[in-house]
């Protein structure tokens, strides 16, 4: 009888592997707990570092061209035609994330925070 429960148990672990094996990623939610070197706080004890994360540009810093328009009011400049920006957009510690894994692999994109 223990060789049945055996063999029930390795059929059930082979479907649950089968279909795991179909989906492409994992959506993860993590916290930031380093910024330097950035390491992120996904399950109680495990901790991704810089090795293992991809950045969207959704938590990078980044400068970007925008067009000047109107001012806001009388206090701000006019500025006309196309001025470059820096989006300060980077992750601070305690930041919550969402990271998608790549399917069977050791890689997380982290794609952005969380709403919270």
């Known amino acids: 009888m223990a060789d049945a429960y055996e063999l029930v148990e390795t059929l059930k672990r082979a479907a649950v592997g089968a279909m795991e094996s179909k989906k ?3 959506v993860h939610f993590g916290k930031v707990v ?5 390491k992120i706080k996904i399950e109680q004890k495990m901790v991704l570092g810089e090795k293992q994360l991809i950045l969207s540009r959704n938590v990078t810093e980044f400068r970007t061209v925008i067009t000047g ?3 806001a009011s009388a206090s701000h400049v006019r500025a006309a035609g196309k001025i470059e920006i820096t989006v300060h957009n980077g992750l601070v510690v305690g ?3 969402i990271l998608i894994r790549q399917q069977e ?3 997380f994109i982290v794609w952005d ?3 919270t």
């Open 113 to 115: 925070r969380t709403g």
């Open 24 to 26: 492409p990623v994992n």
């Open 105 to 107: 692999g050791q890689k």
């Open 34 to 38: 380093s910024t330097a070197p950035l």
């Open 95 to 97: 930041d919550e994330v």
């Open 69 to 71: 328009t109107e001012p």
